[in-house]
């Protein structure tokens, strides 16, 4: 069964994304901190917080064995707020790098092996913060992780056939916008369906389609 599996599903990218490759027939698993299936029907749900390794490889393993080895895989989970470099503390920084590079990198471990395995599928993540801003600075650091995460799986099972991509999204999301949810999640599928001589491993999206 081919499947997309999203997580850190929320009401804005995560419920358009989910809604792209619903539309085009795969089926969906949303994980999220709630548990929720965001108003979607026919969509499989998993509760977990992504910076508990055991919550997250809890509901990756059950969505795999829902859909077998997933087809796309979205890591949109970010702890997103306003921080300081006066204000910077261990603990803040540690709960935010759990979320924000972590836990896509424990959710990476669980599903790229298999993929590369099978020679097929797709695991991207959704970027942010294209120039670090020092009033975020949690988040400025946590995307810079990502993005670094992403190149280690490209150039790791890239050759197998896993096309490791980030969106990195370079303003506030809202409908109706120049940061349209639906309008960013045009991008997640068209880096699914790249043929491989195309892949592209990061696409900016600045206010326009692409």
């Known amino acids: 069964m081919p499947g997309a599996v999203i997580v850190g599903s929320g009401p804005g990218i995560g419920r358009a994304v989910a809604q792209r490759f619903a539309r085009e027939g795969l089926a969906v698993g949303l994980v999220s901190r709630s548990g929720g299936s965001l108003g979607l029907d026919g969509v499989l749900t998993y509760r977990a917080d992504c910076g508990d390794e055991g919550e997250l490889r809890a509901a990756l393993d059950a969505a795999t064995g829902a859909f077998g080895t997933p087809d796309v895989v979205v890591y949109n ?17 540690l709960d935010a790098w759990a979320v924000n590079v ?25 970027g942010g913060m294209p120039e670090p801003k020092p009033s975020y600075v949690s988040l400025s650091l946590g995307k810079a992780g990502v993005r670094t995460l992403v190149a280690m799986l490209d150039e790791e099972y890239g050759p197998s056939g896993v096309h490791a991509a980030s969106v990195t999204v370079a303003g506030a999301v809202a409908p109706g916008t120049a940061f349209d ?11 699914h369906t790249q043929p491989r001589e195309a892949w592209e491993r990061e696409v900016l999206h600045a206010g326009t389609t692409g």
């Open 77 to 93: 989970a970010a702890v997103v707020r306003p921080d300081s470099l006066a204000e910077a503390n261990a603990r803040a920084q």
């Open 102 to 126: 972590v836990g896509a990198l424990i959710t990476a471990a669980q599903v790229v092996p298999a993929m590369a395995r099978r020679g097929s599928g797709t695991f991207v993540v959704t």
């Open 181 to 191: 949810p639906d309008d960013i999640a045009e991008h997640y599928w068209r880096l």
